[in-house]
């Protein structure tokens, strides 16, 4: 980086150039009053301002495109590690979004695994459920086809007892 002297140099050189840029204004305003006069402009000093005006402009170019070359060779932008810089912060934050992302994966990763857990869970109950209807359902068919057959042997032995005493 450039001495504390050549900065102050600068910073006067841009001062001077801000001061050239109020004169600059100041010409042009006078160049309107000129053209403005109801007698018509003048055209000596209208010719003055302009030709001042003009060179302004140029020394103000010729500063500020010094002071631009002046920067650049103090900190040449091949050796700036801004690119590096901003290209890291990049991948910083395309990595942040990427572990937000991931985070969020796992999450209904996770929510989905214990909602099938709970579904197995409720299936293999279901299952049992079914298991167990079945299993009252053939003692209730056995429970009736015994009452069935009780009903029908005490009608024969009705039967029979009719019978004998008939004899």
Request: net charge negative; hydrophobic share 35%.
């Amino acid at each position: 980086m450039a001495p504390p002297q050549s900065q102050s140099t600068s910073m006067e050189r841009l001062h001077h150039v801000e001061k050239r840029i109020v004169r600059v204004l100041e010409l042009a305003a006078e160049a309107m009053d000129d053209l403005a006069y109801t007698t018509g402009p003048r055209m000596d000093a209208l010719f003055a301002h302009c030709r001042e005006f003009m060179q302004c402009i140029k020394d103000i170019q010729e500063t500020l495109r010094q002071e631009i070359t002046s920067a650049c060779e103090y900190r040449p932008f091949e050796k700036s590690d801004y690119n590096a810089r901003m290209s890291s912060e990049v991948c910083v934050q395309k990595l942040e979004y990427l572990l937000i992302f991931l985070n969020e994966m796992k999450h209904n990763t996770d929510e989905l695994k214990h909602n099938t857990d709970e579904m197995k869970h409720d299936n293999d109950e279901l299952k049992h459920n079914t298991d167990e209807m079945k299993h009252n359902n053939d003692v209730s068919v056995d429970a009736s086809m015994q009452v069935e057959e009780q009903i029908e042997a005490d009608i024969v032995k009705e039967e029979w007892k009719t019978s004998i005493f008939k004899v």
